[in-house]
């Protein structure tokens, strides 16, 4: 028998996890977009330092031929770029140490179900090899294949995370009472979910090009960047609508045949608000000049997305289990 608070510590525990890691997420898409993934062109320290220097005067005379010879040519110290690197890097940190105490809790259960725990563990390998991951995205001078990488890992291990919780409650989820669901409901989120991979892959070789315009203009003259645009793109764009139409009509069917108070009915509005905060995020790149607030906007939106779809997901099967 699980001691239910030490459940509902793991629960709170694996919850706030969730949500550091889509901090992260955002985090990484501010320095994506800040242009300062190279602010600190060493890992794991910083310009040599564990605690990088605020103005280039604390630096060798001749750092530039230092790191030229380490392969990153025109290095060049800018303080704001350096301190966005390095608070992404501590958050990144920080992430590791909650996911240990993730896994750390998690063996509460195991005598009732060795899963759940094998998953937060796994969970915990996962993001010590995200932290190499990162390290090996410094040292490839920021490839977009694998900055790409990168945040498709994270994509993966916010899945395991939402799942493992999930699982933890699903005596509780198996209460949820979805028998006026339309039975077409699970297949069409599934298809919701393969779309939104498909426009999460999409996005990726958008951002790609985006990362190689930004280069070409030295991150300046923003309102020029739309005339760069891929084929890629555009595509992209359009296919917002199908993502748009399938998710609101899985809202609609929640709002109609699930109970008010039901946290279906939560995860159902809360989805339909993010599809439409991206596609309102994306439009303002287009049209708006890529105002870099709205990148690291539309790239947190997508990764939330996918995770309350998996979580609704998740939450139909183990209700449905008790039809």
Avoid at 206 to 223: L, S
């Amino acid at each position: 028998m699980i001691n239910p608070q030490a459940a509902a510590h793991f629960r709170r525990l694996g919850t706030l996890t969730i949500f550091a890691v889509y901090f992260v997420i955002l985090v990484g898409g501010i320095v994506r977009a800040s242009g300062s993934g190279m602010g600190c062109p060493d890992w794991p320290t910083c310009f040599g330092q564990w605690v990088p220097p605020t103005d280039e005067s604390q630096l060798p005379a001749n750092y530039h031929q230092i790191y030229a010879e380490r392969g990153y040519e025109n290095t060049q110290f800018n303080p704001i770029k350096t301190w966005t690197e390095y608070a992404n890097r501590l958050v990144g940190v920080t992430i590791g140490f909650l996911i240990l105490l993730t896994a750390w809790s998690s063996r509460i259960y195991l005598k009732t179900d060795k899963t759940i725990f094998y998953l937060a563990a796994s969970v915990f390998l996962l993001v010590g090899f995200q932290g190499w991951l990162g390290s090996t995205v410094v040292a490839s001078n920021l490839k977009p294949l694998m900055i790409t990488l990168h945040m498709l890992l994270a994509l993966f291990i916010v899945a395991l995370l939402i799942y493992t919780i999930a699982r933890s409650q699903r005596e509780a989820i198996a209460q949820i009472d979805v028998r006026a669901l339309p039975n077409r409901f699970k297949t069409v989120l599934i298809a919701a979910m393969i779309l939104t991979l498909l426009q999460v892959a999409m996005g990726t070789q958008v951002r790609e090009a985006v990362d190689f315009i930004a280069h070409n203009h030295a991150y300046i003259e923003r309102q020029y960047w739309h005339d760069d645009f891929p084929l890629i793109f555009y595509i992209h764009r359009s296919f917002s609508s199908i993502i748009l139409f399938t998710n609101l009509w899985l809202t609609w069917k929640i709002v109609r045949y699930v109970d008010k108070k039901s946290l279906l009915r939560t995860i159902g509005l809360s989805l339909a608000a993010l599809i439409v905060t991206a596609i309102i995020a994306g439009i303002s790149l287009d049209r708006l000049g890529m105002p870099p607030v709205a990148q690291p906007i539309h790239l947190l939106m997508a990764n939330l997305i996918f995770g309350v779809q998996f979580f609704l997901y998740s939450c139909l099967n183990y209700a449905s289990a008790r039809r």
